[in-house]
């Protein structure tokens, strides 16, 4: 393990299978994809899946984070209310 990188961020690299559904195709940008992953609207690229994907339909996804060597991280407060008890 990297020592440069907290215990409690490790998990960022790591890779996961998850189960999605697209939500929306970028008609601008050809790579950008809008997903509901676990109850979470992502909006990310996608850089390669072997079949045609659309709207609607659920699949599975490898989820990988790529950061940038410089960026910011700011915590935001979503103004949408949860249905969570």
């Known amino acids: ?3 440069d990188i907290p215990e409690n ?3 960022l690299t790591s890779t ?3 189960k999605f559904k697209v939500v929306a195709i970028s008609e ?3 790579e950008e994809v809008t997903l509901l992953i676990d109850q979470a609207t ?3 690229f996608a850089d390669y899946y072997p079949c045609k994907i659309n709207v609607g339909s659920f699949y599975e996804v490898e989820l990988t984070l790529s950061l940038a ?3 910011n991280i700011q915590k935001t407060y979503s103004t949408v209310p949860s249905c969570r008890a």
Do not use: A
Request: proline share 0%; charged share 20%; glycine share 0%.
């Open 28 to 30: 601008l940008i050809e």
């Open 9 to 11: 961020l490790s998990s």
């Open 1 to 3: 393990m990297n020592d």
């Open 16 to 18: 996961n299978i998850k």
């Open 69 to 71: 060597e410089h960026y």
């Open 42 to 44: 992502v909006t990310c």
